[in-house]
């Protein structure tokens, strides 16, 4: 089968960094994608990893390891309005996204 | 980026009526569109894979005669859930891909069912 693990809650601080971990074990795996959720809100695409190492958006980076099946999600600069869900979410060809149970992040003062 | 829409927001029904969800790739056309359910805090729970001009593939343990999908066109997919009860209130998302991005969804909304 295929399966992702995620920590299901992280805290941090206004200002501060966090990085959100995700592990799979996924067959014909293409790549790991991040997902933000808002409460009520639908999943948006963060970003997309094929390739190790790590991919750059703004205040958002991801990183893969795909010897280790592994990969994260860091977020620096935390604003209160980055507090959401994030999933992490498995890429096998033409097969649907396998998602993580997802990670709820609390952004503090 | 690509936009998909989602209708309705929310809506409230009685228990055995039936219920239609829609789902619109406004600026794509989407052969493979996706329907996932999700409870409060929980992950997104894949439903089916709806296939534009052929049958949707359920998940294991989802009721295909309960819910219903129809792919009619490259841009509209529909989940009807029939006869719904309160155990079928739930958040409904419904997602597609542009041909060839794999690895990138782009979700609606979501429907808020609220069965009574």
């Known amino acids: 089968g295929q399966s992702l693990e995620q920590p299901s809650e992280v805290t941090a601080v206004e200002g501060a960094i966090v990085q959100i971990n995700c592990t799979y074990q996924?067959?014909?795996?293409?790549?790991l994608s991040w997902y933000q959720q808002h409460d009520g809100g639908a999943p948006t695409f963060l970003s997309y990893?094929?390739?190790?190492g790590l991919e750059e958006t703004g205040r958002f980076s991801s990183f893969l390891s795909r010897s280790d099946s592994y990969g994260y999600l860091l977020l620096q600069e935390l604003q209160m309005k980055d507090s959401a869900s994030y999933f992490c979410?498995?890429?096998?060809?033409?097969?649907?996204?396998?998602f993580g149970k997802g990670t709820r992040l609390s952004v503090i003062a | 980026g690509a936009v998909v829409s989602q209708h309705p927001s929310w809506v409230i029904c009685k228990s055995g009526t039936s219920v239609k969800i829609e789902c619109r790739s406004l600026?794509?056309?989407?052969?493979?569109m996706f329907w996932y359910r999700q409870f409060p805090k929980q992950s997104l729970m894949l439903m089916a894979t709806?296939?534009?001009?052929?049958?949707?593939?359920?998940e294991q343990g989802v009721e295909k005669d309960k819910f219903l999908i129809n792919h009619a066109s490259l841009t509209l997919s529909t989940l009807t859930v029939t006869s719904a009860h309160p155990e079928d209130s739930s958040f409904y998302i419904c997602?597609?891909?542009?041909?060839?991005?794999?690895?990138?969804?782009?979700f609606g909304s979501g429907t808020q069912l609220s069965v009574l």
């Open positions: 997602s597609a891909r542009p041909h060839g991005a794999y690895e990138k969804l782009f």
């Open positions: 996924t067959s014909g795996f293409y790549g």
């Open positions: 990893n094929a390739l190790d």
């Open positions: 979410a498995a890429a096998s060809g033409n097969t649907p996204l396998v």
């Open positions: 600026d794509f056309q989407a052969t493979t």
């Open positions: 709806s296939n534009e001009g052929s049958k949707a593939t359920y």
